[in-house]
């Protein structure tokens, strides 16, 4: 039981560049989420998504898309980045509400 | 939109002192509150939940919250501090739906 998993745990890209951030789990948890989390701000929610098939936008989905895959994955997307996204990821499940369980986080560099 | 404000960023204690960590919230209807623990380069650990019942709600690694209704606070509390207990706790409420609202992060140092 690995619970979530993140990949990559590093990225440095340049401006405009895109990427895919992977995220998955096996709690058979229905709901996930996209967190970002900077100094002195906490954890911002990108996006989410309540079950298989729906996605919503969270507090700072600006920059961001996601694909809820299946029940397991859940992906995020950075079709251009700009330096203002250098941050620190995080990809969240849970089962309906209840309590949330964090994956170790994909740090990235955005130069 | 429901809320929680963390008062200090960093909060210090001896070693085999009780620790608090504070919280308060704002939300309209029943709160649901949690706590989370985040060591230096790992993601968020869940620690212990408020949604209903006694006001004393006893979580992992011998941390327990007090929810005071009155006050409207979800203080973090511990009996004896270890240096390993020094790291990032953040207080959460559910904010509609499936979704949580984390406040900004207390620093808890340790010191023996």
């Known amino acids: 039981n690995a619970g979530v998993t993140q990949t990559p745990k590093f990225q440095v890209l340049k401006t405009g560049q895109s990427m895919t951030l992977q995220c998955a789990q096996d709690?058979?948890?229905?709901?996930m989420y996209w967190y970002r989390q900077d100094p002195g701000m906490g954890l911002r929610l990108i996006y989410y998504s309540a079950s298989e098939g729906t996605t919503d936008k969270g507090e700072v989905p600006n920059g961001y898309n996601v694909s809820r895959l299946n029940k397991r994955e859940f992906s995020l997307r950075l079709e251009s980045a700009a330096p203002s996204q250098t941050s620190v990821y995080f990809c969240?499940?849970?089962?309906?509400?209840?309590?949330?369980?964090f994956g170790p986080g994909t740090r990235l560099t955005v130069t | 939109a429901q809320s929680v404000a963390q008062p200090e960023d960093q909060v210090n204690v001896a070693e085999g002192n009780p620790l608090t960590v504070k919280c308060t919230y704002s939300?309209?209807?029943?709160?649901?509150l949690f706590w989370y623990v985040q060591y230096p380069n790992r993601g968020l650990q869940f620690l212990l939940k408020y949604i209903t019942g006694d006001n004393l709600v006893k979580g992992s690694y011998g941390f327990e919250a007090e929810f005071n209704k009155s006050q409207t606070s979800f203080h973090l509390k511990k009996p004896s501090a270890l240096v390993s207990d020094s790291a990032l706790y953040f207080c959460a409420v559910r904010d509609g739906g499936n979704k949580l609202v984390f406040g900004a992060g207390t620093i808890l140092r340790v010191k023996s």
């Open positions: 709690m058979n948890h229905n709901s």
């Open positions: 969240a499940s849970s089962y309906q509400g209840t309590e949330q369980y």
């Open positions: 939300v309209s209807g029943n709160p649901y």
